[in-house]
């Protein structure tokens, strides 16, 4: 979402109602990612209030005042992965969605299963590569940037999670029409 600059500016130098007034405009953003990642209303509101917390903390350390949602939702993303990890599970990831983003054109329930049992057999950097680029429709550059990895390393990991899933899928459905 882009952001007026200078309420952006008037945040990072301390002005309380103008970070109020941002994350507001974030607000559904917010939720709906959180929702995505832990998997439950309660955790999800946890993550955003502590997401926000540490914003305000550390508004006055944004360089960048035009990059404010990616800086907020990688402050998100951070605070739903330890709450993931406090409760030692692995981020869940919407099969549906990602299953009419990687194949439209083939029939959704009996994909689904598919496309779920593949994507439990990649790694989970794979994983989460697949789900923030085709899910969360974030860019390559945002994607290093959230995950903390060079550009190359998730160009890499993108490129090798596609050849995986597609030659898990193709040997699900192998499997499938050798059964039926």
């Known amino acids: 979402m882009k952001h007026d600059i200078q309420t952006v500016r008037r945040a ?3 002005d309380a109602e103008a970070f109020e ?14 929702l995505s990642y832990v998997g439950n209303k309660e955790d999800a509101l946890d993550a955003i209030q502590e997401t926000a917390c540490n914003a305000f903390l550390a508004i006055g350390k944004l ?14 993303i951070r605070e739903c992965y330890r709450l993931l990890k406090a409760r ?6 919407e099969e549906s969605e990602l299953l009419k983003r990687l194949d439209r ?7 689904s299963f598919h ?10 950097s794979y ?35 596609r050849k995986k ?13 050798k059964v039926t």
């Open 21 to 34: 007034e941002l994350l507001f405009k974030e607000e559904k953003m917010l939720y709906y990612k959180a």
């Open 105 to 111: 054109k083939q029939d959704e329930e009996t994909d």
């Open 165 to 177: 899933l597609k030659s898990e899928l193709e040997r699900s459905y192998q499997l499938n029409e």
């Open 12 to 14: 990072i130098n301390g």
């Open 115 to 124: 496309l779920s049992e593949a994507l439990s057999r990649l790694n989970s």
């Open 127 to 161: 994983q989460i590569c697949l789900i923030l680029f085709y899910y969360h429709d974030l860019s390559v550059k945002d994607i290093a940037e959230v995950t903390d990895k060079p550009v190359s390393t998730v160009k890499t990991n993108l490129r090798r999670a």
């Open 63 to 76: 360089r960048n005042p035009e990059y404010f949602s990616t800086w907020l939702f990688r402050i998100l």
């Open 88 to 93: 030692d599970q692995m981020m869940p990831y």
